[in-house]
């Protein structure tokens, strides 16, 4: 079946630093969504990217979708202690089951 | 507010003592589904419900039954619970396929 993989699994930086998280898979994806999990909380979405190609920013946060649908990115700019979290990729399977990424856990020292 | 409640929130049991994890949305979402959380593997689906009286099977369904008699109430049946199905389950809804999907607030399940 589909797998989505994500690297790396985990990431140490120093509050202000960028980080970057990548998300790829064994076949092409319908579409992808990025999820951040705080310590303890639950899943809550970002972002959907549907086009290959596609760029989407919001404020520090930068989203990518490969030209061949394949991969995924999300880069912080100027890392925050509020970023500190785990940051999920999944992908809709053309809309039937959601299949997720593993996760990149942030750690944000100040 | 818009949300997806679940309930119990936190669970010890026994294995085999069948049990049910609740969960209700109030956002009139079609699509709603359950995964379980395990320390390096992620979210897996354990099922998924596209409508009323239609439900299909996730990657990891193995010892779990669900539901869907009203579009608002999606239950998780564990009928009977064993050590490995010890996880953090989380309850989802959506408007449809493939759109933003709304979390409740987990349940942890410990299995003895």
């Known amino acids: 079946g589909q797998q989505v993989m994500q690297i790396p699994q985990y990431q140490h930086v120093q509050e202000g630093e960028d980080f970057t998280t990548y998300c790829n898979s064994s076949?092409?994806?319908?579409?992808i969504q990025w999820y951040k999990q705080r310590p303890g909380g639950h899943p809550v979405f970002l972002i959907q990217?549907?086009?290959?190609?596609e760029v989407k920013k919001q404020k520090r946060l930068t989203f990518q979708f490969g030209e061949a649908k394949k991969n995924s990115s999300l880069h912080i700019t100027a890392t925050q202690t509020t970023d500190v979290g785990t940051y999920f990729c999944?992908?809709?399977?053309?809309?039937?089951?959601?299949?997720f990424g593993p996760g990149t856990r942030l750690s944000v020292l100040p | 507010e818009a949300q997806v409640t679940q309930n119990p929130r936190y669970l010890i049991t026994v294995t085999g003592k069948k049990l049910t994890v609740t969960c209700s949305q109030n956002?009139?979402?079609?699509?709603m589904s359950w995964y379980r959380q395990d320390p390096g593997l992620g979210l897996r689906q354990i099922y998924y419900s596209m409508n009323v009286e239609v439900t299909d099977k996730g990657d990891v369904p193995e010892g779990y039954k669900v539901s869907r008699k009203e579009k608002r109430n999606f239950p998780l049946i564990l009928e009977s619970p064993s050590p490995n199905q010890t996880s953090l389950y989380f309850c989802a809804s959506s408007l449809a396929t493939g759109v933003r999907a709304f979390f409740g607030q987990g349940t942890r399940l410990t299995v003895v």
């Open positions: 956002m009139n979402h079609e699509y």
């Open positions: 076949t092409t994806l319908s579409n």
């Open positions: 990217l549907v086009k290959s190609g």
């Open positions: 999944a992908d809709n399977n053309y809309g039937q089951n959601f299949v």
